[in-house]
């Protein structure tokens, strides 16, 4: 049986977007090489950030057509993660609001890439 445990997200810049996230979710950088750097995320799971122009075969341009979901234990810890994500500039693109699926927000990294705090109701 195979295992989920890398996502990978197709970005302009590697090195800066290894920067962003190292700084917004305060984890290392696990494997950098040229044109591509490893987070991790929790658990198994990793981020992998694959410079566009190094990617094989060649992908689209688009982005922000999906997201990546942080889920949270509760309301308060939607609005934590919020502020100190704010604070370590990231683009807020929908503040914290109570959907029919939980308590939220959605900030983008700097390719349009939607990443969602959720504490799920």
Known sequence: MTEFNLIVLYVRNSDSSAAFYKTLLDRPVVQSSPKFSVLPLGGESQLGLWQRDAVQPPAGDESGGSEIVFT????EAVEAVHDTWRGRGANIAQAPVTLEFGHTFVA???????????APT
Request: hydrophobic share 40%; net charge neutral.
């Open 72 to 75: 949270v234990a509760d309301r």
């Open 108 to 118: 983008l990294d700097p390719d349009g890439h939607r990443l969602r705090v959720l």
